[in-house]
């Protein structure tokens, strides 16, 4: 069940080298898979009148080439699989011609909104939709949390970096490892494998930290981030890979 629609990218989804920034991208995702299933029942609407929402819980990002200002792309998304807690969909971001510009694996689960926990899949909605069972799932890099890093800063959870689950939407995070690099080094430097692990919900004026060590790996650079609270509970670990423009 693979949907596809073209985008335009705006001026606004860039950054100062006329590449996508790496929020906007994940609000591209976001709203494609939201297009795919928003007459169903399987949408955030009809979700929320449940009181579920779907939380994504790791990425896995290849990025080839970043989107330009004005160019219009093909997004693809397609679900391609559950078991009794995770449900896995697929991304891709292609130009006029079909070649990929960046592949995208997520794992997701059905997450209570009350009690801020998450259920079991609902067998009968997957099947609605047509989305199989997997008696052998997806492999995600396993990510660690570091035994130190090499800068901390602190930020606020904000309304506006809220989403409709209520906690701060998974985008936003990705705000605060950017701003955890000099100037300098993102002008002459582009992610080209991201992976990312969301541990636990960051909410409403919740004052976590953003932390960073990055080193050199194999002719590359490597970061290593995390979001932690104030009693250094890891909210979110993730790890990219850059490549010198």
Same mark, same amino acid.
């Given at each position: 069940?693979? +949907? ?34 928003? !007459?169903?029942?399987?949408?955030? /609407? ?8 779907? #939380?994504?819980? *790791? ?16 997004? !693809?998304? %397609? ?14 971001? !292609?130009? *006029? ?20 926990? $998450? #259920? ?22 396993? $990510?660690?949390? *570091? ?6 800063? *602190? +930020? &606020?959870?904000? +309304? ?13 995070? @990705? ?9 300098? @080094?993102?002008?002459?430097? =582009? ?7 969301? /541990? ?6 919740? $004052?976590? +930290?953003?932390?960073?060590?990055? =080193?050199?790996?194999?002719? %590359?650079?490597? !970061? ?12 979110? #670990?993730?790890?990219? @890979?850059? &490549?010198?423009?």
């Amino acid at each position: 069940m693979k +949907y596809s629609e073209k985008h335009q990218v705006e001026f606004y989804e860039c950054d100062e080298n006329e590449n996508l920034k790496l929020p906007a991208m994940i609000d591209l995702m976001m709203s494609v898979s939201e297009h795919q299933l928003s !007459s169903g029942i399987a949408s955030t /609407n009809a979700l929320a009148k449940k009181g579920l929402g779907w #939380v994504v819980t *790791q990425y896995h990002i290849e990025i080839n080439r970043l989107p330009k200002p004005n160019e219009e792309i093909i997004l !693809s998304t %397609e679900p391609v699989g559950y078991n009794r807690f995770l449900e896995y969909r697929n991304y891709l971001f !292609s130009d *006029q011609k079909g070649n990929e510009l960046i592949n995208v694996e997520s794992e997701w689960v059905l997450f209570d909104l009350k009690k801020r926990k $998450l #259920v079991s899949t609902d067998q009968e909605m997957m099947a609605e939709i047509g989305i199989p069972f997997l008696k052998k799932l997806p492999r995600f890099p396993r $990510l660690r949390v *570091q035994a130190k890093y090499d800068k901390k800063r *602190q +930020y &606020r959870v904000c +309304y506006d970096d809220l989403d409709t689950n209520h906690h701060m939407t998974n985008g936003h995070y @990705f705000n605060w490892f950017i701003d955890m690099f000099d100037r300098e @080094f993102l002008k002459q430097h =582009v992610a080209k494998v991201i992976d990312i692990k969301f /541990n636990l919900e960051v909410r409403y004026g919740d $004052l976590p +930290y953003s932390c960073i060590t990055t =080193v050199d790996h194999e002719a %590359e650079i490597k !970061s290593y981030h995390a979001i932690s609270d104030q009693d250094r509970n890891d909210k979110s #670990v993730c790890e990219i @890979f850059w &490549r010198k423009l």
